[in-house]
């Protein structure tokens, strides 16, 4: 199998070479992962059924879902939308370039490897300089999945990227540690009222500041597994951001988590379990088990955003067995971390009182 190869890019102010090598794969109907503001992408020329469809090979994704398709400039999203609104023009000014996905009809002009057969397409314009040079380098819109293994947490850096798809992809561009860490928000305007089918980096209460009327579809902050019936996101109804780990987590009033999660701990070493604590800078002392991180601050939820995937990762890589993580708020960006934590707990859910 052929060898991935690594590409260093400033993340600011990347190399035009670096980016015309990279760009040039893309024409070809190649892979190159690369970094965004929020996770690492894997892109594909949008246009070319054969690059997509390689895509999904590469990360071993179920065709029926669709990846996010990426512009660097609003004109395409005329091209690929059937239309778009008032509405749509004024959540592309106020959120763009940003980590919002914007859900459209899609236009004639859409193949139906991109969108995996659906009458819709999910749109976005990245906040990252190497992002938006690969971009408008590789004239054409890039379709780019997150860059990991299907069902692993998404890559926050050109390493995690490395480890799910080295030999499977032709090239990464690594542009350092992503800013936000958890995908973008992704919304459905193709209905009324506009819906969001996943929570991520442009919280909810900032959608709501600009938009008359909006709302969390039930999946986003659900407790257990919905019927699939009900998911009108194919991404909602596959298994997400599984470490190798069983995941527990622990919900409810500090103290009462603080108790619960310690309890948890000890009880899965006693049965000879290599455990995992997941906490946060408030409570990082009270613990004791095999491995204990921190998140970052309560008080914080960007901070949080910013580490989870890549502590998720690290508890893989040392061979945690069951990792007990204590909930956060689910506002700002709270909703979007507590909603991958419980997709990745299989919604594994304990209520601390
Ligand atoms: O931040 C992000 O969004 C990252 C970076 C690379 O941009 N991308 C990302 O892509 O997370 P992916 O493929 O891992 O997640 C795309 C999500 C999936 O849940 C998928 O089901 C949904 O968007 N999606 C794609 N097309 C859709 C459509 N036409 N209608 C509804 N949901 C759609
Ligand atoms: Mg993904």
């Known amino acids: 199998m052929k060898q991935t190869v690594m590409l260093k890019v400033d993340a600011q102010q990347p190399d035009s070479e670096t980016i015309r090598v990279a760009a040039d794969i893309i024409r070809k109907g190649g892979l190159v992962a690369f970094p965004t503001e929020t996770v690492y992408g894997l892109g594909a020329d949008a246009v070319n059924p054969d690059a997509v469809l390689k895509l999904f090979e590469a990360k071993k994704r179920p065709l029926d879902n669709p990846p996010i398709v990426h512009v660097a400039n609003v004109g395409d999203v005329y091209r690929l939308a059937e239309q778009v609104t008032p509405e749509a023009d004024m959540l592309m000014r106020t959120f763009w370039p940003g980590p919002l996905t914007l859900v459209f009809k899609r236009s004639a002009a859409v193949t139906d490897a991109t969108v995996a057969g659906l009458g819709t397409i999910a749109v976005r314009m990245p906040q990252h300089a190497v992002a938006l040079a690969l971009i408008r380098e590789s004239r054409c819109p890039i379709a780019a999945p997150s860059a990991n293994l299907a069902g692993k947490p998404s890559p926050t850096s050109a390493k995690h990227v490395f480890e799910d798809l080295n030999g499977r992809i032709d090239a990464i561009l690594d542009g350092g540690p992503t800013l936000i860490g958890v995908e973008s928000t992704v919304l459905d305007l193709s209905g009324e009222p506009p819906l969001v089918l996943r929570p991520g980096g442009t919280p909810?209460?900032?959608?709501?500041?600009?938009?008359?009327?909006?709302?969390?579809?039930?999946?986003?902050?659900?407790?257990?597994?919905?019927?699939?019936?009900?998911?009108?996101?194919?991404?909602?109804?596959?298994?997400?951001?599984?470490?190798?780990?069983?995941?527990?987590?622990?919900?409810?009033?500090?103290?009462?988590?603080?108790?619960?999660?310690?309890?948890?701990?000890?009880?899965?070493?006693?049965?000879?379990?290599?455990?995992?604590?997941?906490?946060?800078?408030?409570?990082?002392?009270?613990?004791?088990?095999?491995?204990?991180?921190?998140?970052?601050?309560?008080?914080?939820?960007?901070?949080?955003?910013?580490?989870?995937?890549?502590?998720?990762?690290?508890?893989?890589?040392?061979?945690?067995?069951?990792?007990?993580?204590?909930?956060?708020?689910?506002?700002e960006l709270g909703l979007a971390v507590m909603n991958r934590l419980r997709k990745a707990s299989g919604y594994n859910i304990v209520k601390a009182a």
């Open 204 to 331: 909810f209460e900032a959608l709501r500041r600009v938009l008359g009327d909006v709302k969390l579809h039930p999946f986003v902050a659900a407790e257990k597994e919905l019927p699939i019936e009900k998911a009108r996101s194919p991404g909602m109804k596959h298994k997400h951001y599984a470490p190798k780990a069983q995941v527990i987590v622990v919900e409810g009033a500090v103290p009462a988590v603080r108790v619960k999660v310690k309890e948890l701990a000890e009880s899965y070493r006693l049965k000879g379990f290599k455990v995992g604590v997941l906490a946060t800078d408030e409570t990082l002392a009270a613990y004791e088990a095999d491995e204990v991180k921190s998140l970052g601050s309560r008080f914080n939820l960007a901070v949080v955003a910013q580490n989870l995937f890549r502590l998720l990762r690290e508890f893989d890589a040392e061979g945690v067995d069951v990792i007990i993580a204590e909930g956060v708020p689910s506002e």
